[in-house]
């Protein structure tokens, strides 16, 4: 379990999750995407498991790597785990959790936090840079940086 990698490494592998993302596009209602398992009898899948299998499928197929935990939410993260998935160093996220910003639980020496508590902060800090980046724009757009 944990954290797993995922990337294509050849170019077949490439185009393979491109047809994957191909037959798992979902647009709008309408006809759930099926699976064929081998001789089974297809199944109908979820409409979220195939607008995610659709995402993992188009990155994969433009060569870059996706990773994936693999736990239940409550698990406890190390301070490495979780720096990758916040895609910074985990000097940095020690920072986060010394300034309270990330709560955290100590299991003898070493710092712990929760899945759901990392997902918050990053849900958090993602809508901020959003906002920010609307702010932004708006300021560029009232100031006439942008040519019309």
Not at 62 to 80: D, F, I, K
Request: hydrophobic share 40%; proline share 4%; charged share 35%.
């Amino acid at each position: 379990m944990g954290l797993q990698i995922l990337q294509a490494t050849s170019e077949e592998e490439r185009a393979l999750f491109r047809e994957l993302a191909r037959r798992t596009r979902v647009e709008g209602p309408g006809q759930p995407s099926r699976l064929l398992w081998g001789g089974a009898e297809p199944i109908d899948l979820p409409r979220r498991v195939s607008e995610i299998l659709y995402l993992l499928a188009s990155i994969l197929a433009e060569g870059r790597a996706v990773t994936v935990l693999v736990e239940p939410s409550s698990r406890l993260l190390t301070t490495s785990e979780a720096a990758e998935l916040l895609n910074v160093s985990r000097q940095y996220l020690c920072r986060l959790l010394d300034r309270g910003d990330i709560p955290f639980v100590r299991v003898g020496k070493h710092r712990r936090i929760r899945v759901e508590d990392l997902m918050r902060y990053r849900e958090r800090r993602d809508a901020a840079r959003r906002e920010k980046l609307r702010e932004l724009t708006r300021l560029s757009q009232e100031l006439g940086l942008y040519a019309e």
